[in-house]
């Protein structure tokens, strides 16, 4: 699996920490200095030397800002203030982020108190940082945004640029490209007024990321390129190595594996000059990668548990995740299936604890929060060129929003007093979707494997189970899911059903190039219970050319979502199944029908229609199901 590139995150605070190496005499040097003075003098010194010695020299650091502590009056905000911000750049340089996190915190009352708007703007900045690696994405946005406020209050423009460029990489990171892309725009346009050519070269990089992400791998290296340029002027080893890093993934996406290890292994290299463990991580772990892909399974192994180690010192969850990953993989393919099953557990435990309702959630919110302030700031600018207009233009909005505000609030009253209603029906949706006759049948499927001693065969049907029950659970709770993920469920469900049945039924899953599969929405796993029944019921695996063709086709205005199989068809299967029990009672079409009645019931202008055929209708064999769908597309 390839890593997550590494993009530039950039400080919103001027000040530059000092490295200096210490050596006894200079530390008595700078305990004798700071044992003359006195006073306010006194405590200005070890703030001044426990900043500048927070990277060169960590624990001296904590000394000073712990006698600075101390030594502070109860009403010295201030200083006690910048005590708690040295200890967390302290813990921040040794990459130790929660207790960075933690001392950033504790300085934040304090910052309040004594009103220091550059210092504070400093503060939320690095927390923001710090949440940015820790995956906390929303509450990153949050303190990117209490940055930018006081930003603009002090009219710093280069802070406000900076400020940009972290909040679009935070949204990057978080899976949205459109806020992403505006927000780098904003920065860059700050930049070029501002003549600062390495925050140039910086969007550069970003801009890189952004294409890389897009498949558009020249694209990509050409901004690399030129950000590669101007740091290596400035001579900026951390720079550098990271761009380094990004040309070693792209090349590897790009299968020229040997500039990729090159790339890597320049990285490494100055990561490792520059004891940056997280730039290491993600190095270390695209070399891996190489080595893995070009077949030198021990040593990937190698490179992949070392950057384990790392990440438990520093704790880039993201970063984990994607390296567990590989990790499995590998394990596989060597056929170590117990390391490779306690490893993948691992990586769907991280994945659960980074992606949950919450975050989503918080996205959805922020992201409306942004299209509001764009709104009001259109509306103010009309406000400067006509008041008269601007009186009319807010009457006419407050009467818009107040209908708008009544029609949600009816429209939510209904749909509470719904959900009551549709509790017992969804669980049987849900017993339909994935019965326990199939959960029953592939475990004992896994049992034969087992007997049978194909081990490698029952880790890799249990992995696919495992996938498909963690994609039903999720998308059984959404009201629509993209084309995309119905595929992809649909792909998983028929996969494993064909297994069972030793792989003896051909399927195709047919999408219209009309429609765009990341933007079209259906109602998830609508046809899962026909699909089902052809396997189990339609006899297919007795035919030498058992097939299931799923096609999505556009037509006009509604999407035909079509299931077609050439088994016993619909009216044979149905007297067959009554003759195997007389208990049996097929539910699928039942609460197939029940669930488009709900969905229908909440717009009855755009209504989901089905139809259920026997083949031999059109001289044919099999059964055949077409739903009719309204076409629908996310924003």
Known sequence: MYRIIIALFVSTFTLCNVCVALNIESIDSIKSEIDRLSGDDKLEALYRYSFEL?????????????????????????????????????????????????????????????????????????????????????????????????????????????????????????????????????????????????????????????ESRDDNFKSANRYYEHALKVYNELEDSSRVASVMNNLGCNYLKMEKYDLARSYFTKSVDLFEILNNKSGMIHALSGLGDVYAVQGFKSKAIELYKRCEELNKEVGLLESRMDNLYSLYETYKDIKHFEDAIRVIEEYHSIKDSLFNDDQNNKMLELESKYIYQKTQNQVSELTAKNRLYLFVITIIVFVILSGVAYWIFYLRTKRLEEKQRLLRLEQKVLRTQMNPHFIFNSLSAIQCYVLDNKVADAVDFLADFAGLMRMVLQYSQEEYITLAQEREILDYYINLQNRRFGDKISYNIIVDEKLDNTKTMIPPMLAQPFIENSFEHGELFKRKDGNITVSFTKQGKVISYCVEDNGVGVDESTVKKEKNSKKHKSLALKITRERLNLINNKDRSNKVGLTVEDRRNYGAEGTRVVFTIPLMESN
């Open 54 to 210: 927070s990277t060169s020299d960590p624990d001296f650091s904590k000394e000073l800002s712990s006698e600075l502590l101390k030594l502070s009056d109860k009403t010295q905000y201030r200083y006690k203030a910048l005590a708690y911000y040295n200890y967390g750049e302290v813990y921040f340089y040794q990459e130790q982020f929660d207790d960075a996190l933690l001392y950033y915190k504790k300085a934040l009352p304090y910052l309040l108190l004594c009103k220091d708007s550059s210092m504070l703007s400093a503060n939320y900045s690095n927390i923001g940082l710090v949440n940015y690696y820790k995956a906390n994405y929303g509450e990153a946005i949050e303190n990117y945004e209490g940055c930018l406020a006081i930003d603009k209050s002090l009219n710093d423009s280069l802070g406000i640029a900076k400020t940009y460029q972290n909040m679009g990489l935070v949204f990057g990171e978080w899976g949205n490209s459109d806020l992403r892309t505006t927000y780098f725009k904003k920065a860059l346009e700050i930049y070029k007024k501002l003549g600062d050519k390495m925050s140039v070269a910086d969007i550069n990089l970003n801009l890189g990321v952004t």
